[in-house]
Antibody
Framework: QAHLEQSGAEVKKPGASVKISCKASGYTFIAYEIHWLRQAPGQRLEWMGWIKPRNGDTGYSQNVQGRVTITRDTSTSTAYMELRGLRRADTAVYYC?????????WGQGTLVTVSS | DIQMTQSPSSLSASVGDRVTITCQASQDISRYLNWYQQKPGKAPKLLLYDASNLEIGVPSRFSGSGSGTDFTFTISSLQPEDFATYFCQQYDSLPRTFGQGTKVDIK
């Protein structure tokens, strides 16, 4: 059974960077894209980007392009999302999700709080 | 970007009620439309994919219909565990976009 386990909550100051991990288990990691999304308090889900674990291809939302990098380590079946230049508006719960077209498997979410 | 407009934003209902939520896309997305349930503090859970296909393990009281720009999600008989937020999502094109959600609470 597919499972995605994310790293724990983070508190960061404005301008800092955060890197969240998403470890896959229960399926062949390289077979499916991993997408990253976030949900700010009271807001709708926002798509941030994707990675194809097989070859490392990535794509990003224009909203965060230039500040975000998604990578993967196939030896540990883990995807990573790094967001730089954090702003208070980046305070949100960040999710990774397995992409079958629909997102059929989600990580538990990682709360990132940006505060001085 | 494709805009997804969901309505209503909230509703109050009783156990046993029939609940209907609509989702409208700003352009034709064929049937590339999914529905999710989210409970407080939890990740979303996929209920329906491709507008009307029930995800494995999801009760049959959940159903969906539509194509193109207009979609409907229905709970035929609301159960206590169904009080949650529901939202639609298109995957016709990137960026993937979501409706703003419909919070279903107890009347």
């Amino acid at each position: 059974q597919a499972h995605l386990e994310q790293s724990g909550a983070e508190v960061k100051k404005p301008g800092a960077s955060v890197k969240i991990s998403c470890k896959a288990s229960g399926y062949t990691f390289i077979a499916y894209e991993i997408h990253w999304l976030r949900q700010a308090p009271g807001q709708r889900l926002e798509w941030m980007g994707w990675i194809k674990p097989r070859n490392g291809d990535t794509g990003y939302s224009q909203n965060v392009q230039g500040r975000v990098t998604i990578t993967r380590d196939t030896s540990t079946s883990t995807a990573y999302m790094e967001l730089r230049g954090l702003r208070r508006a980046d305070t949100a719960v960040y999710y990774c999700a397995r992409d079958l077209g629909p997102y059929d498997c989600w990580g538990q979410g990682t709360l990132v709080t940006v505060s001085s | 970007d494709i805009q997804m407009t969901q309505s209503p934003s909230s509703l109050s209902a009783s156990v046993g009620d029939r609940v209907t939520i609509t989702c409208q896309a700003s352009q034709d997305i064929s049937r590339y439309l999914n529905w999710y349930q989210q409970k407080p503090g939890k990740a979303p859970k996929l209920l329906l994919y491709d507008a009307s296909n029930l995800e494995i393990g999801v009760p049959s009281r959940f159903s969906g219909s539509g194509s193109g720009t207009d979609f409907t999600f229905t709970i035929s008989s609301l159960q206590p565990e169904d009080f949650a937020t529901y939202f639609c999502q298109q995957y016709d094109s990137l960026p993937r976009t979501f409706g703003q959600g419909t919070k279903v609470d107890i009347k």
